[in-house]
């Protein structure tokens, strides 16, 4: 127990990530009920799904789950409502500055936490009343700022005094334990969850993600100031000819348009957007959420251990 568990009611400090077209009620449900804190992505849905989906959640698990908003929607206001009107108790932003919704969440009970890629921003957050942040270095998939967690992070606990959240690289129980040795409270996980049994994702995508190797991802759409970390394929390839090119910023997000969608609910693969982390290159098999938090959990707890041995010196 740490103040993320205490703040939030969940057993073990691991987030689900916020997947656009991916995270739904299924895998948002089965971390939870795992001892995590399972996460419905809004993404671009309208008001109406996230409803539905929270219901259908609820259904499954009894325990702390919540909702994230990517404040770029233009369904934004729509899922802001619902989220009071349903009274969900998490709530995590990506895309923008919650500052205008937090105050009505959190007068209805909502922990707050918004997702940072910098000191300055997270810094913004916490002067705005944000009960944690998640901070996100470029090891991460999909949308990503400039920085790795590894240098992010501590930095980010240096400058706040609310709870940090680390995201971006943690592929297992190394990675967990170093976010905690970085002055992080708990870890948010994406790529990892993609490959769980209750994850909806199409099976190629998951297929893409257990065939991918170390180098195998790749940030496009660094010429339009929203870099997008994706697995290598047909589709990144022609996105980065066009920015060499110099292609106008509007063309290339027609053509990227609907990618993401393309490949995580139709299963294209090839010019679909596989967005996922760096830690692709780790993730070889299909699991259930549970037993992918017992991994984390079990090899943070032996890392640990061997640790206290190792650092059994006088200075």
């Known amino acids: 127990m740490n103040r993320v568990c205490e703040m939030l009611g969940i057993q073990y400090p691991i987030f689900q990530g916020a997947m656009a077209w991916i995270a739904n009620h299924a895998i948002a ?44 929607s233009p369904y934004a206001h729509e899922i802001a409502d619902v989220i009071l009107e349903e009274n969900v108790s998490i709530v995590t932003t990506g895309a923008g500055n919650p500052a205008k919704y937090m105050k009505a969440w959190q007068e209805n009970g909502t922990k707050v936490i918004p997702l940072v890629p910098s000191v300055a921003l997270a810094r913004r957050m916490e002067q705005a009343g944000a009960d944690a942040v998640v901070v996100e270095g470029c090891e991460a998939g999909g949308h990503i700022g400039e920085l790795t967690t590894m240098v992010l992070v501590p930095q980010v606990v240096d400058a706040l005094k609310i709870p940090v959240i680390a995201a971006g690289g943690i592929g297992d129980g190394r990675g967990f334990a170093a976010s905690l040795m970085l002055g992080a409270e708990g870890i948010q996980v994406g790529t990892r969850f993609l490959l769980a049994n209750e994850c909806e994702v199409h099976q190629n995508y998951k297929d893409k993600i257990i065939k991918a190797g170390d180098t195998d991802t790749v940030a496009t759409g660094r010429s339009t100031g929203h870099p997008v970390r994706t ?85």
Do not use: H
Request: with cysteine; glycine share 10%; net charge negative.
């Open 231 to 315: 697995i290598k394929n047909k589709m990144t390839r022609e996105f980065l000819k066009m920015e060499k090119e110099g292609v106008s910023i509007e063309e290339l997000e027609k053509f990227g348009a609907g990618a993401l969608k393309n490949a995580a609910v139709d299963g294209d693969v090839t010019t679909g957007s596989v967005m996922a982390g760096q830690i692709a290159g780790m993730c070889n098999k299909e699991q259930s959420a549970q037993e992918i938090i017992n991994d984390y959990l079990t090899e943070l707890k032996q890392l640990m251990d061997k640790g206290s041995a190792l650092i059994d010196f006088e200075i």
């Open 29 to 72: 449900a089965a971390v939870s009920e795992a001892g995590g804190l399972g996460i419905i992505a809004a993404g671009n849905a309208p008001g109406d799904w996230l409803r539905d989906e929270i219901r259908k959640c609820r259904a499954k698990t009894s325990k702390p789950f919540g909702v994230n908003i990517m404040l770029l």
